[in-house]
C-alpha cells in the first residue's frame, strides 16, 4: 500500500513558477514509476510527466522545455518544477506511482492566473 500526499500548489502569474512535491509512504519507492497528472475544470484527466524507476523521464508536448520532474529516493518525493506558467497549466494535479498496482493522491491546486 502506497499513500500519496502533493503539496506545492497554490496561484501565480503568468511567467512564474512553482515546484510540486509528492510524498510517498510505505516501501519499494524506488521501483515504482511516478507520474503527474492534471485535470482542469471540464476536462480529462492527462499526464503531464512521468520518470521510471530509473530516472527516465518523458513529458508531454505541451510542457517540453517547461516542467522538470524528478525523485529523490532516499526522500521518496517526486518533484515537478513548472517555469514559464500559462494561464492554460490552471489545472488539478495529481500525482500517482505504478508498479502492478495504481496509487493516486489527493490532488493540488495550481492556478496561473493575472
Known amino acids: 500500500q502506497v499513500h500519496l500526499v502533493e503539496s506545492g500548489g497554490g496561484l501565480v502569474q503568468p511567467g512564474g513558477s512553482l515546484r510540486l512535491s509528492c510524498a510517498a509512504s510505505?516501501?519499494?519507492?524506488?521501483?515504482?514509476?511516478m507520474g503527474w497528472y492534471r485535470q482542469a475544470p471540464g476536462k480529462q484527466r492527462e499526464l503531464v510527466a512521468g520518470?521510471?524507476?530509473?530516472?527516465?523521464?518523458n513529458y508531454d508536448d505541451s510542457v517540453k522545455g517547461r516542467f522538470t520532474i524528478s525523485r529523490d529516493n532516499a526522500k521518496n518525493t517526486v518533484y515537478l518544477q513548472m517555469n514559464s506558467l500559462k494561464p492554460e497549466d490552471t489545472a488539478v494535479y495529481y500525482c500517482?506511482?505504478?508498479?502492478?498496482?495504481?496509487?493516486w493522491g489527493q490532488g493540488t491546486q495550481v492556478t496561473v492566473s493575472s
Open positions: 500517482n506511482a505504478k508498479l502492478m498496482v495504481l496509487y
Open positions: 510505505g516501501s519499494g519507492f524506488r521501483l515504482y514509476t
Open positions: 520518470i521510471s524507476s530509473g530516472g527516465t523521464a
